[in-house]
């Protein structure tokens, strides 16, 4: 009988042994999602809540999110966020409301919005769609919309400084400033997917562009000004021709101002549209090179080729620059079009080399 006791006594403290390590993975085990130092953290939200200014977060996995989830940063101080080859994938993303942080290789599959009063910058990475209300500086990184169901790759309602990235768009637009928004692109290349994408550059607010290239293909056209926008230097490239090279309306071959457009440098290139800049706003041209040059089309009509700069309506002064047609027409101002040149170059030049 004691024999038998002292059978059942072990047995229940096995059992009691058993249900304490049960107990235990809950918390011993639990994935280590980010790193600040050596501190571990299940969660990216759990370390941006006890991250302290100047720290950095390490990521130490990836964050997959379902459909109706959402990593939201909110926690109002100066840290960085490295992601240390992982990454944050899911249809909304990170939404960060406080903060001034920086993502270092920063790679989200899925939407990045940035709230007004928070402030990110981006140096290096891989992203998909940036919605910006805040303040935003991206020093490099690659942005492409062609996985996700998202608008425009670049919507900026805010402050939005490109100093260097690859954007490049398979759904509507590459960047697009709204009515608010102030764009600043200091360099980058901007393109349209082969048979994709719409404009290049949307301006319906305040922008300015100092470098970069910009180059359309098949759709869309290198950029579409309705807000206000100074153009200091880049490469505006659009290699497509017009569906009907007389008609000045077709949207692919040029770009388009109907808003306010100086241009005081850089190089603007309609290589197979009559037209490089249709305009039916306000342009101001001090510098820079326009130019044109599309083959004359069979039967060839003088008096329906269009001019490399075709102001339709609105404003057009010209002094300084230089606008080159390859065939023909240089400059062309309608009669109700406010027309002042005080200065810059003209070339029209044909096919045998005659102006």
Do not use: H
Not at 81 to 93: A, E, H, P, R, V
Not at 99 to 114: H, S, Y
Not at 117 to 128: E, M, N, W
Not at 150 to 172: H, M, P, Q
């Amino acid at each position: 009988m004691e024999e038998k006791r002292k059978r059942m006594r072990k047995l229940w403290v096995v059992a009691i042994l058993a249900m304490v390590l049960l107990s235990i993975p809950a918390s011993a085990s639990a994935k280590t999602v980010a790193k600040i130092g050596n501190k571990k953290y299940s969660s990216l939200e759990q370390a941006v809540r006890k991250v302290k200014k100047g720290q950095t977060i390490k990521l130490q996995a990836n964050i997959v999110l379902s459909r109706t989830s959402q990593v939201v940063l909110n926690r109002n101080t100066t840290y960085t966020i490295d992601f240390n080859k992982k990454k944050i994938k899911g249809s909304l993303g990170i939404r960060i409301k406080k903060g001034k942080i920086t993502f270092k290789n920063g790679n989200v599959e899925g939407i990045l919005r940035v709230d007004k009063g928070a402030s990110l910058s981006i140096k290096g990475g891989s992203y998909q769609n940036l919605v910006n209300y805040g303040t935003t500086s991206i020093t490099s990184g690659n942005f492409a919309n062609n996985k996700v169901n998202a608008s425009d790759v670049v919507e900026n309602y805010g402050k939005l400084t490109i100093k260097k990235a690859t954007i490049k768009s398979y759904k509507a637009f590459c960047l697009e400033n709204q009515k608010k928004g102030s764009m600043t692109i200091k360099g980058g290349t901007f393109s349209n997917a082969k048979g994709k994408g719409s404009n290049i550059l949307q301006n319906l607010g305040k922008a300015s562009v100092s470098g970069g290239t910009f180059t359309s293909n098949e759709k869309g056209i290198p950029l579409n000004n309705l807000g206000t926008i100074t153009i200091t230097g880049g490469k505006f490239i659009n290699p497509t021709a017009s569906s009907n090279t007389y008609d000045p309306s077709t949207p692919a071959g040029y770009i388009s101002n109907s808003g306010t457009m100086t241009v005081k440098g850089g190089t603007i290139t309609a290589k197979k549209s009559a037209t490089a800049i249709l305009s039916t706003g306000a342009l101001s041209i001090r510098g820079g090179r326009i130019e044109s040059y599309a083959s004359k089309p069979k039967p060839f009509r003088k008096d329906m080729w269009p001019a490399v700069v075709n102001a339709q309506s609105g404003k057009l002064t010209i002094s300084g620059g230089t606008i080159y047609s390859r065939n023909g027409r240089g400059v062309e101002a309608s009669p109700a079009v406010t027309y002042l040149k005080t200065g810059g170059k003209i070339r029209a030049v044909t096919e045998t080399g005659e102006e």
